[in-house]
T-cell receptor, first 116, second 114 residues
Framework: GAGVSQSPRYKVAKRGQDVALRCDPISGHVSLFWYQQALGQGPEFLTYFQNEAQLDKSGLPSDRFFAERPEGSVSTLKIQRTQQEDSAVYLC??????????????FGPGTRLTVL | AQSVTQLGSHVSVSEGALVLLRCNYSSSVPPYLFWYVQYPNQGLQLLLKYTSAATLVKGINGFEAEFKKSETSFHLTKPSAHMSDAAEYFCAVSIYSSASKIIFGSGTRLSIRP
């Protein structure tokens, strides 16, 4: 596609509900990243995939957060038993590959999650 | 560990005036450095990046930044501000390559006065 797309753009959940956020990376991009951006803050790294392999999940804040990319393209970030502190914008980014010098990450518009 | 510090959470300049957004980084290895811009309800857009080539980096929309190793700085400048430059700006650092995990600063909101 023309760019990274994310859905839904907005999600309101009641505390305790599970949510699933989708990311469609740019076609052919090997690497995919998830970031969390709290209100008034810079994005913070959550996790990284190279193709279908999750190579780094050091930024996931708790075991309620789970990400997958089963076929190496579309990725889903799942949050179980949502809490109010999970309210944030979740950004997805993709790039051609990690090791190829000056490749750039392209960001999607984000999903704004509000937990009531 | 890598980190960036952006000095000033909000900067206001007059239209036509110089824009200067400050960023200092910390890295134990040669870093890759970036400036991103975020307009309301939009994703992050890369303005420019430093990848150990020229220390003065020119980006889109007339912005440029200079890598100063001695000062561990990567300040963003633009000679003449336009109203359309009003947005949130993030300085960021990465290692290994410019497509690996990015560490962002907390952002600087740029306002332009008519």
């Amino acid at each position: 596609g023309a760019g990274v797309s994310q859905s839904p753009r907005y999600k309101v959940a009641k505390r305790g509900q599970d949510v699933a956020l989708r990311c469609d990376p740019i076609s052919g991009h090997v690497s995919l990243f998830w970031y969390q951006q709290a209100l008034g803050q810079g994005p913070e790294f959550l996790t990284y995939f190279q193709n279908e392999a999750q190579l780094d999940k050091s930024g996931l804040p708790s075991d309620r957060f789970f990400a997958e990319r089963p076929e190496g393209s579309v990725s889903t970030l799942k949050i179980q038993r949502t809490q109010q502190e999970d309210s944030a914008v979740y950004l997805c980014a993709s790039s051609l590959e990690v090791t190829a010098g000056s490749n750039e990450q392209f960001f999607g518009p984000g999903t704004r999650l509000t937990v009531l | 560990a890598q980190s960036v510090t952006q000095l000033g959470s909000h900067v206001s300049v007059s239209e036509g005036a110089l824009v200067l957004l400050r960023c200092n980084y910390s890295s134990s290895v040669p870093p890759y450095l970036f400036w991103y811009v975020q307009y309301p309800n939009q994703g992050l857009q890369l303005l420019l990046k430093y990848t150990s080539a020229a220390t003065l980096v020119k980006g889109i929309n007339g912005f440029e930044a200079e890598f100063k190793k001695s000062e561990t700085s990567f300040h963003l400048t633009k000679p003449s501000a336009h109203m359309s430059d009003a947005a949130e700006y993030f300085c960021a650092v990465s290692i290994y390559s410019s497509a690996s995990k990015i560490i962002f600063g907390s952002g600087t909101r740029l306002s332009i006065r008519p």
